[in-house]
C-alpha cells in the first residue's frame, strides 16, 4: 500500500521558517518525481514545487521562488520543503504529491492527507 | 496564458450524463489531468493524460480535449461523485503547472 505522511507543519510567525516532511512508503521512491501542492483554507488547489527523480531538476511557482527548497533524500525515502520568509498567504495545507513518471509529468497519482501551516502573528 | 478556468458549480441528476469543462492556452500542447476531492480529504487522480484512468476509478469517468478545452465526462453520475474537480496541465513554459480553480459538482 502506498503512503506519503507529511509532518512538520505548524503555526509561524510571520517571517519564520518551518521544514515539511513527506515520508513515502509502498512505492520505490527513488523512481518518481515529487511535488508540493498547497490548498488555502476553502480555496482551490496550488502547485507549489517539484523535483525529479533524483534530485537534479527542482522547480518553483512564482509565489514561492527564492523563499522554498525542495529536496530528498532518497536514502530515507522522504521529500522536503524547505520554507523561509513566510507570508500570511502561505496558510495552507500542504500536500505531497507522487508523480507517475521519474521527470515531472505532473500527473499525480498518490497524495498524502496533508499538513496544515499557518503564518500569523 | 498560464490559467485554467473551470465552471464554479455544476449539477447533475443521478444516473445521468455530466461534462465539466477546463479552458486554457496551455490545454492546445499539453494534456490535462483531473482531480477528485471531497471534504477533509486529499484530492484523487481521476483521469490522466489522453484518457487514462487511474486503477480502481470508476469506467463512468473519461477524458477529452479539443483545442483549448479539456473536459471530464461522468456517464451515469452516482451520489458518490458528489466532489470538488479540478484539472490541471502544465503551463505554457513546459515546466511548471497551473490547476484550475475547480468545479463543485452537485448530484441531485
Known amino acids: 500500500e502506498v503512503q506519503l505522511l507529511e509532518s512538520g507543519g505548524g503555526l509561524v510567525q510571520p517571517g519564520g521558517s518551518l521544514r515539511l516532511s513527506c515520508a513515502a512508503s509502498g512505492i520505490t521512491f527513488s523512481s518518481h518525481a515529487m511535488s508540493w501542492v498547497r490548498q488555502a483554507p476553502g480555496k482551490g488547489l496550488e502547485w507549489v514545487s517539484a523535483i525529479s527523480d533524483t534530485g537534479g531538476s527542482t522547480y518553483y511557482a512564482d509565489s514561492v521562488k527564492g523563499r522554498f527548497t525542495i529536496s530528498r533524500d532518497n536514502s530515507k525515502n522522504t521529500l522536503y520543503l524547505q520554507m523561509n520568509s513566510l507570508r500570511a498567504e502561505d496558510t495552507a495545507v500542504y500536500y505531497c504529491?507522487?508523480?507517475?513518471?521519474?521527470?515531472?509529468?505532473?500527473?499525480?497519482?498518490?497524495w498524502g492527507q496533508g499538513t496544515l501551516v499557518t503564518v500569523s502573528s | 496564458s498560464s490559467e485554467l478556468t473551470q465552471d464554479p458549480a455544476v449539477s447533475v441528476a443521478l444516473g445521468q450524463t455530466v461534462r465539466i469543462t477546463c479552458q486554457g492556452d496551455s490545454l492546445r500542447s499539453y494534456y490535462a489531468s483531473w482531480y477528485q476531492q471531497k471534504p477533509g480529504q486529499a484530492p484523487v487522480l481521476v483521469i490522466y493524460g489522453k484518457n487514462n484512468r487511474p486503477s480502481g476509478i470508476p469506467d463512468r469517468f473519461s477524458g477529452s480535449s479539443s483545442g483549448n478545452t479539456a473536459s471530464l465526462t461522468i456517464t451515469g453520475a452516482q451520489a458518490e461523485d458528489e466532489a470538488d474537480y479540478y484539472c490541471?496541465?502544465?503551463?505554457?513554459?513546459?515546466?511548471?503547472?497551473?490547476f484550475g480553480g475547480g468545479t463543485k459538482l452537485t448530484v441531485l
Open positions: 504529491a507522487k508523480d507517475l513518471g521519474t521527470v515531472t509529468t505532473y500527473y499525480f497519482d498518490y
Open positions: 490541471n496541465s502544465r503551463d505554457s513554459s513546459g515546466d511548471h503547472v497551473v
